[in-house]
């Protein structure tokens, strides 16, 4: 991979202990990379995932989202943090907020997240239990663009495994998360390097032919 004339600002929001920011930050950690993590910043006062960032050598920041009057407030005080530091690209990773149709228009194909299944099947929580429960025979992680319906939006890439007969909600989850370690990082890369475009809901490349899917499946086993 050759080093890139200008990596995008790219910033992490995060609420808890952040385990895909933890994959993020050691691929930007590569100057090849394309994506600079700039900033790492929680909505919650003392989230670990901040101490990770700043050993890490990323800059952190909180911004609080109670206390301002409201989730208005707190996306236009999170909005103004993201703006002031020239940030590009914004990426959820734990980040435990659902944000209005404001927040996400204002970054419109430069916000993206990470979500435990196969969409657009099993939106929302308890992915892993509901996908044993229905039989699934591949369950994984898919990385999207986001817009204001929950767990919805464009599909940059996909991850996917094969469900074992004697997987339990925990093993499922276990190798899940290792999927989404490795497809999260990817997929920053294509939208941070410029590769990709949008058409309605559909994510395509744009070198090569029209035809080529900008989808990726990454064995998780």
Partial sequence: MSVPAVRRRTAI??????????????????????????????????????????????????????????????????????????????????????????????????????????????KGLDTHARALAEGCKLHGATVHFVRPEMDAGPIIAQGAIAVRDDDTEETLAARVLGVEHALYPRALALVASGELRVEGMRVLRTSGTAADPAPLLVPGD
């Avoid at 950690?29 to 989230?47: F, L, T």
């Avoid at 800059?59 to 005080?77: N, P, Y």
């Avoid at 020239?86 to 435990?96: I, P, S, T, Y």
Wanted: hydrophobic share 45%; charged share 25%.
């Fill in 13 to 122: 929001l995060v609420s808890g202990r952040g385990s895909n920011m933890t994959a993020l930050l050691e691929a930007a950690a590569d100057p090849a990379y394309p994506a600079e993590i700039s900033v790492v910043i929680a909505n919650k006062p003392g989230a670990p995932a901040l101490e990770k960032a700043a050993a890490a050598g990323v800059a952190t920041a909180t911004v609080d989202h109670r206390g301002h009057g409201g989730r208005q407030r707190f996306e236009e005080l999170l909005d103004e943090e993201l703006r002031s530091r020239d940030v590009e690209l914004v990426v959820l990773a734990g980040f435990m907020r659902i944000l209005t149709p404001w927040f996400v228009e204002r970054w419109n194909d430069r916000l993206i997240n990470i979500h435990p299944a196969l969409l657009p099947s099993f």
